[in-house]
Nanobody, 118 residues
Framework: QVQLVESGGGLVQAGGSLGLSCVASGSIERFIAMAWFRQAPGKQRELVAVITNGGSTTYSDSVKGRFTISSDNAKTVYLQMNSLKPEDTAVYYC?????????????WGQGTQVTVSS
């Protein structure tokens, strides 16, 4: 059983910074990739940033240059969010993928609220 536990959300003023953390527990030693998604009220869940087990990163255009995804081992991922905007307000979810081509397993955290006030 794999569990992802996020921490670090909260309330911040526009222009401020927040850092999110996600720690995975369970029998899997290494994931193919870990990522952060977010979902604002009334909107679909969207990808924010991904980091592969090789260290490659990808960002959505809306956060590029402001957010940084990182990992210090195969089961922990961080999201540093700078220059936050009110439109960054959402529930942020940690995601991890495990498996081999053709058979993958996706895991999700419970989500952490990020609120940016104007």
């Amino acid at each position: 059983q794999v569990q992802l536990v996020e921490s670090g959300g909260g309330l911040v003023q526009a222009g401020g910074s927040l850092g999110l953390s996600c720690v995975a527990s369970g029998s899997i030693e290494r994931f193919i990739a870990m990522a952060w998604f977010r979902q604002a009220p009334g909107k679909q869940r969207e990808l924010v940033a991904v980091i592969t087990n090789g260290g490659s990163t990808t960002y959505s255009d809306s956060v590029k240059g402001r957010f940084t995804i990182s990992s210090d081992n195969a089961k922990t991922v961080y999201l540093q969010m700078n220059s936050l905007k009110p439109e960054d307000t959402a529930v942020y979810y940690c995601h991890a993928r495990h498996g081999v081509p053709g058979q993958v397993y996706d895991y999700w955290g419970q989500g952490t609220q990020v609120t940016v006030s104007s």
